[in-house]
């Protein structure tokens, strides 16, 4: 037995992904997903690829990618977008884009609804910094229209974010004194996690949603984040993107994206206001 698991083990240690192989799964995820598998990504798709053969008993691309052909659900297509475009992140990333929103977006707010989009939210990280920095920021959040729209491709990551728990890596960022307001500590397992407060769940609604494809909700939204996001899509599917989130923001809404994204080179309406934040005139 021990030498089937070891010769099983030498099988996929020795998988090769060929350019054709890549080439063929580049191409189905750009059009699912949009996402630009480009050259020198062959490593990273081999590495987290190996792990979902492992799972079908398959031990072949070439076989994997008949798998997928096959598979008419689309079910396996879906997991292996998914698989390929789940990146880590963490509560708090990037605090600039939130302190904007605490001192230049929040003060100047009337008694309206407030509305946010986190788009492609991951594990739901983002969204709940946001309502942990909206608690804090308005006195009297409990009695105002507020709602958080979280949306990402992935299931998988949809279903951990409305769970909302997490470990102690992914609150690196907050200070105890967030931590202990907003997380309960709780066995699960052998170890321990950190439980989000049921309030902050309340003013988010979480749903899967192909950036590509169309969007249901209607807007206006006056703030959208979409960060760390753009930087998987090629200048033109970008651009599409970027004209779509100012159309479904308010006047005077904010678009935030990621600190190593930027509209250079991409034609748009929005006003600068500094590095990777933008508002709609």
């Known amino acids: 037995m021990d030498s089937d698991v070891n010769n099983v083990s030498t099988d996929y240690y020795s998988l090769k992904l060929s350019s054709h192989q890549f080439d063929k799964i580049s191409r189905l995820v750009y059009q699912i997903s949009g996402i630009d598998l480009h050259e020198g990504k062959e490593e990273l798709v081999k590495a987290r690829l190996m792990k979902r053969l492992r799972q079908l008993k398959i031990y072949d691309f070439n076989q994997y990618l008949k798998y997928i052909a096959h598979d008419k659900s689309g079910v396996e297509i879906g997991a292996m977008v998914d698989i390929l475009t789940t990146n880590k992140t963490n509560f708090f990333r990037e605090p600039e884009h939130l302190d904007f929103l605490k001192h230049e977006i929040i003060p100047h707010w009337g008694k309206g609804p407030i509305r946010i989009w986190s788009a492609g939210c991951s594990s739901g990280e983002e969204p709940y910094s946001i309502a942990i920095v909206l608690n ?146």
């Not at 994206?257 to 930027?262: F, L, Q, V």
């Open 136 to 281: 804090e920021s308005i006195s009297d959040i409990m009695h105002r229209d507020v709602k958080i729209l979280a949306t990402d491709i992935s299931d998988r990551m949809m279903e951990k974010a409305r769970q909302g728990l997490y470990d102690e890596e992914s609150l690196k960022e907050i200070s105890p004194h967030l931590k202990l307001k907003y997380f309960h500590k709780t066995m699960v397992g052998a170890g321990h996690k950190y439980k989000i407060n049921p309030r902050l769940q309340t003013m988010i609604s979480f749903a899967k949603l192909n950036l590509m494809e169309n969007w249901p909700m209607r807007g206006p939204f006056d703030v959208i984040f979409c960060r760390n996001v753009m930087i998987y899509f090629d200048k033109p599917t970008q651009g599409r993107l970027i004209s779509r989130f100012f159309d479904l923001l308010a006047s005077g809404g904010i678009l935030f994206t990621g600190h190593s994204e930027s509209l250079t080179g991409i034609e748009h309406k929005f006003r600068y206001v500094q590095p990777t934040i933008y508002m709609k005139p």
